[in-house]
């Protein structure tokens, strides 16, 4: 190794260092946007190496050709979907980024163990085995996030709501039995092709069995636990080319999303292993009217909500998608600080799995300058809830439903903000309509309850202006 090569190595540990220190600083949102610089930094300088080290390979023009187009076409696209993307479609934007991550680090396995079959020595079982797995995660990866991005979106092929596989568990047991198999037989036996593939198309169909029956709340766990198998995926990649910068930087996505993907489970009350068996958010009972007890719903005009507002003592803001959808983040911090500057204490109760990605709310309201003080986890905010004067819900439905207390719906089990706790609670809805779990709200029949019908920012804006004329 002469002095080049040790200098681009030393590069690639600093880019590596940045991509740490660019995580230990996401730990905050105050710090969040500078340790995202920090971690592009560190790519930066990792890619340049990877170039310099290209030049002194002597690598050819055509190997050059591919690479600039490969930049061109990725680094544009990832440039304008960056700058284009709403803060509602991120979920989806995320989950098509792991489907691009995953496939191209199991492009990277098929291409290595087709140069391994043609050379003239066998393969050593240590390369092959992270070969399969580059492959396996990768393919999982891919066809998994490809679909809960379709089910993000609403597509007509992949619905929002579970689909359940016929045979369910059954087939995707027999899919990673397929692939136990398949990859035994390669470590221990002989090298094959022919096998490669069927631990492909078996890996492509797990994804799929393993994301159909998923619906409702559940996504943005999954969203997680994909994220955290891109990550593997890459550093398996890392291992197959002898890339440290690939091993360090996906280890770091692979253990965080696995961390990540444990706190949402534990947020949802779900359990991480039936995620990978397949049987994770299709729930048992029929997506539907909840059987809670019936009642009547009150509609609110703007000037009693006003009232309701202007003469609290203490307000908590219930944010949640149909926030994010109206984009009302900076409509909902103006009438916060009206309802401040009369005395009142304003609040907002994030709940870990509101809007369809983890840290959904806490971002939006980040952007519209809200004091990060004033975003309360629900394990915090919910002892509030008996002493708050108003609870005030905006676009946020599953999160509030009293349904998660009772068993025999799909969001049994899991915890919710205690909205239905407070004195009085005012929602703001643009209709009747049911949340992404696809049940009803026993919150809004409610006595507490008033309903407010507009789109959040208009219903926002009236109440800052009926604040004011109070």
Do not use: C
């Not at 995580?23 to 949102?29: A, Q, T, Y």
């Not at 284009?84 to 680090?105: D, E, K, R």
């Not at 008996?386 to 009293?402: E, F, I, K, S």
Request: glycine letters at 12%.
């Amino acid at each position: 190794m002469d002095t080049l090569d040790v200098i681009i190595r030393l590069v690639w540990l600093a880019g590596a260092a940045a991509f740490v220190l660019g995580l230990m600083r996401m730990n905050s949102p105050a710090t969040a946007r500078n340790g995202n610089l920090l971690s592009a930094g560190g790519m930066a300088f990792a890619v340049g190496a990877t170039g310099v080290l290209l030049l002194k390979d002597g690598a050819s023009g055509t190997a050059w050709l591919i690479i600039a187009v490969g930049i061109v076409i990725g680094g544009g696209l990832g440039l304008y979907t960056a700058r284009t993307v709403a803060m509602t479609a991120m979920p989806q934007l995320v989950s098509l980024f792991n489907a691009v991550g995953g496939g191209a680090a199991a492009l990277i396995g098929i291409d290595e163990y087709i140069r391994l079959v043609a050379a003239p020595e066998p393969a050593p079982v240590t390369t092959t085995v992270f070969v399969v797995l580059d492959i396996v995660i990768g393919s999982v990866t891919f066809s998994g996030s490809l679909i809960a991005s379709g089910k993000l979106m609403g597509l007509s092929i992949t619905p929002s709501r579970p689909v359940m596989v016929p045979g369910g568990q059954l087939v995707t047991l027999a899919l990673a039995a397929i692939v136990v198999v398949s990859a035994g037989y390669l470590f221990f036996v002989a090298e094959s092709l022919p096998l490669i593939g069927v631990i492909l198309v078996a890996s492509l169909v797990f994804g799929v069995t393993m994301t159909l029956p998923i619906g409702g709340a559940d996504m943005p766990v999954v969203i997680s636990l994909l994220n955290s198998f891109t990550g593997t995926a890459v550093a398996m990649a890392g291992f197959v080319i002898d890339n440290i910068v690939l091993i360090i930087a996906g280890a770091l996505v692979g253990a965080s999303g696995a961390i990540l993907t444990k706190l949402m489970a534990d947020a949802m009350n779900r359990s991480v292993l039936n995620i990978m068996v397949g049987g994770f958010g299709g729930g048992e009972g029929v997506a539907g009217a909840v059987g809670g007890e019936g009642g009547s719903v009150r509609e609110l005009n703007v000037d009693d909500a006003a009232i309701q507002l202007a003469y609290a003592s203490s307000v908590i803001v219930v944010p949640g998608y149909g926030l994010a959808v109206a984009q009302a983040q900076h409509s909902v911090r103006e009438l916060a600080e009206i309802l401040e500057e009369r005395g009142v204490t304003v609040n907002y109760a994030i709940h870990p799995v509101a809007g369809r990605m983890p840290g959904h709310m806490n971002v939006l309201l980040a952007e519209a300058n809200v004091p990060y003080p004033q975003l309360r986890e629900m394990e915090d905010i919910n002892p509030e809830f008996d002493r708050a004067d108003v609870a005030l819900v905006v676009g946020a439905n599953d999160v509030t439903n009293p349904a998660a207390r009772r068993p025999g719906s799909p969001v049994s089990g899991m915890p919710i903000l205690d909205v239905d706790h407070a004195k009085s609670i005012i929602v703001i809805k643009r209709s009747m309509g049911r949340g992404y779990a696809g049940i009803d709200n026993e919150l809004y029949t409610n006595p507490k309850t008033g309903m407010l019908f507009a789109d959040a920012k208009d219903g926002l804006a009236a109440l800052v202006a009926a604040v004011k004329a109070v």
